[in-house]
Nanobody, 120 residues
Framework: QVQLVESGGGLVQAGGSLRLSCAAS????????MSWYRQAPGNQRELVAS???????NTADSVKGRFIISRDSAKNTVYLQMNSLKPEDTAVYYC??????????????WGQGTQVTVSS
């Protein structure tokens, strides 16, 4: 069974930093693009950052310049370094692995989520 296990969430003061980790197992990590999403109460889940298996990154405007996504293929792990955190970054953060097999066929795997709370 595919596993994506997030860690590193917690409570931090505004201006602080956290690094989220997502350890992947039981699928071929190198064949998948990796992303981080977040969902705050009452809001839809939104894409925070993505990193393709080819190394292309995409970061949401709301976190650009503060969050950095990276991956370590040797450890089958993807990271999200979050700096200069703001209260509006408070959310549950989810790790996602995805792959498009065709324009109409995409496979997604999700982690269980990790809570990030930023106090003002």
């Amino acid at each position: 069974q595919v596993q994506l296990v997030e860690s590193g969430g917690g409570l931090v003061q505004a201006g602080g930093s956290l690094r989220l980790s997502c350890a992947a197992s039981r699928f071929t990590f190198s064949n998948y693009d990796m992303s981080w999403y977040r969902q705050a109460p009452g809001n839809q889940r939104e894409l925070v950052a993505s990193l393709t298996r080819g190394g292309t990154t995409n970061t949401a405007d709301s976190v650009k310049g503060r969050f950095i996504i990276s991956r370590d293929s040797a450890k089958n792990t993807v990271y999200l370094q979050m700096n200069s955190l703001k209260p509006e970054d408070t959310a549950v953060y989810y790790c996602n692995a995805n792959r498009e097999f065709s324009p109409l066929a995409r496979r997604d795997y999700w982690g269980q989520g990790t809570q990030v709370t930023v106090s003002s």
